[in-house]
Nanobody
Framework: VQLQASGGGLVQAGGSLRLSCAPS???????????MVWFRQAPGKEREYVAS????????YYADSVKDRFTISRDNHRNTMYLQMDSLQVEDTAVYYC?????????????????WGQGTLVTVSS
């Protein structure tokens, strides 16, 4: 199963973007059966956890660096997860990856997620 992340682009500092993530192609992937997560990787840095959401969408968790600025959500009827990013900062520039797993919504390491997207680039200019 491949996940497709989209919605990245170039935005000025203080602006907003919304990323989306959905299974790509013809698939029987049971989207609602997986916790979902966003990671990001800035140039020259390791991939880091951003936010995660439970299977139902009722529970969410955020890295301190994005808390109160980013909102993770999902629509299980549309098989899509979102990341609303507001008050973007230059430091948010990175490739953003989505992933799905079965270790629960508090899982915050890459190894705990089974299916990944290819990443979408977010560039925040000053």
């Amino acid at each position: 199963v491949q996940l497709q992340a989209s919605g990245g682009g170039l935005v000025q500092a203080g602006g907003s973007l919304r990323l989306s993530c959905a299974p790509s192609g013809l698939t029987f992937f049971r989207f609602g059966g997986y916790s979902m997560v966003w990671f990001r990787q800035a140039p020259g840095k390791e991939r880091e956890y951003v936010a995660s959401i439970s299977r139902s969408g009722g529970n969410t968790y955020y890295a301190d660096s994005v808390k109160d600025r980013f909102t993770i959500s999902r629509d299980n009827h549309r098989n899509t997860m979102y990341l609303q990013m507001d008050s973007l900062q230059v430091e948010d520039t990175a490739v953003y990856y989505c992933a799905a797993g079965t270790k629960g919504w508090l899982a915050r390491t890459q190894a705990e997620y089974d299916y990944w997207g290819q990443g979408t680039l977010v560039t925040v200019s000053s």
